[in-house]
């Protein structure tokens, strides 16, 4: 059985998402691969009641009651590693993660970002998109590398920016989009672990 873990940072509707797609898809059956749990770097992410609703184990590592990025990702690869990942999957999660970290899961972690990468990598990508007048947008799945959003590109989703549209409107209707791009490469990413 294929172990996925999932990291999140906060609604986890990403997460959700995958969770309903293994369900609904039967990836136990179909993919011998399940959701084996969330893990959380904020006690107060909401996507954590999700995942307990839907039977999933979940633990949370919070990243302020430690004093280096090296050590919060230490303890977090220590929880990880206790479900014997095959796929490390980042749905919203919001921390920076170091190189060390990263090689550990090297070709076995992959991010969902709210832009079309190369565009807008790091923080407040709609804005940004809006604010330069691009007349697309959209959602990049890719593999995690020590560079920040600059990993191998999986899929992409593009979704058009209207006249005066909102930060708000372009993140809705983008993350509609997401939750149908992520579960899908996932699926599609399965059998070759
Ligand atoms: N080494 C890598 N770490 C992470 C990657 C990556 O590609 N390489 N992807 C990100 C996900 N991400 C965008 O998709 C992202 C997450 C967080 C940040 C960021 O600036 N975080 C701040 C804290 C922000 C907060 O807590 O609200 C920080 O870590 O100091 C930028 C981009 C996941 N990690
Ligand atoms: N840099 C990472 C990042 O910005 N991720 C973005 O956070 C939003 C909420 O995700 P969620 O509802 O799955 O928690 C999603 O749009 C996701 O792409």
Request: charged content about 20%.
């Amino acid at each position: 059985m294929k172990n996925i873990v999932i990291l999140i940072s906060g609604g986890g509707s990403n997460m959700a998402a995958i969770v309903r797609a293994a369900q609904q898809g039967d990836w136990r059956r179909t993919l011998d691969a399940q959701v084996a749990a969330v893990i959380s770097n904020r006690a107060d992410a909401g996507g954590l009641a999700f995942a307990k609703e839907h039977q999933i184990p979940t633990e949370v590592v919070d990243h302020k009651r430690f004093p280096t990025r090296e050590a919060f990702d230490a303890e977090l690869a220590a929880a990880i590693d206790r479900r014997q990942p095959s796929l490390l999957v980042l749905a919203g999660f919001m921390r920076i993660l170091t190189p060390g970290f990263v090689q550990r899961y090297e070709g076995r972690m992959v991010n969902i970002h709210p832009s079309l990468l190369p565009a807008f990598p790091g923080l407040h990508t709609h804005r940004r998109a809006i604010e330069e007048g691009c007349k697309f947008s959209g959602a990049t799945v890719h593999r995690v590398t020590a560079e920040l959003d600059h990993g191998p590109i999986l899929t992409q989703a593009a979704v058009p920016i209207l006249p005066d549209d909102t930060e708000e409107a372009l993140a809705a209707r983008i993350l509609t989009q997401e939750h149908l791009l992520y579960p899908r490469a996932i699926a599609a990413l399965l059998p070759s672990l």
